[in-house]
């Protein structure tokens, strides 16, 4: 069973930057999307960014241009790089994967597995 464990969350003044890390394990990385999802409180779970098992990203338009999603294969992680942060960027961030052969997704209900989600604070 794949696990997902997300890391670099915290609190950030707007304009700064943060860098969310998703360690993942149980199964073949490079078989998966990889996901950024975030859920602001009282708001549904919106995609941020992924980016396919070729290594093709995607974003949501509130982030492109801010943000930036990778994978390090050889370590089975994946990374979100936040930069300009916004105020309106404060949420609980969520990894998650999906298996390649589903194919691209954006929406939260075709992903099934998650990590335990990562607190970004951003104070204008």
């Known amino acids: 069973q794949v696990q997902l464990v997300e890391s670099g969350g915290g609190s950030v003044q707007a304009g700064g930057s943060l860098r969310l890390s998703c360690a993942v394990s149980?199964?073949?990385?490079?078989?998966?999307?990889i996901a950024w999802f975030r859920q602001a409180q009282g708001q549904e779970r919106k995609m941020v960014a992924v980016?396919?098992?070729?290594?093709?990203?995607n974003y949501a338009d509130s982030v492109n241009g801010r943000f930036t999603i990778a994978r390090d294969n050889a370590n089975n992680t994946g990374h979100l790089q936040m930069n300009a942060l916004k105020p309106e960027d404060t949420a609980v961030y969520y990894c998650?994967?999906?298996?390649?052969?589903?194919?691209?997704?954006?929406?939260?209900?075709?992903?099934?597995?998650w990590g335990q989600g990562t607190q970004v604070t951003v104070s204008s």
């Open positions: 149980g199964d073949t990385f490079t078989s998966y999307h």
């Open positions: 998650s994967v999906r298996r390649s052969y589903l194919g691209f997704s954006g929406r939260s209900y075709d992903y099934k597995m």
């Open positions: 980016i396919t098992s070729s290594g093709s990203t």
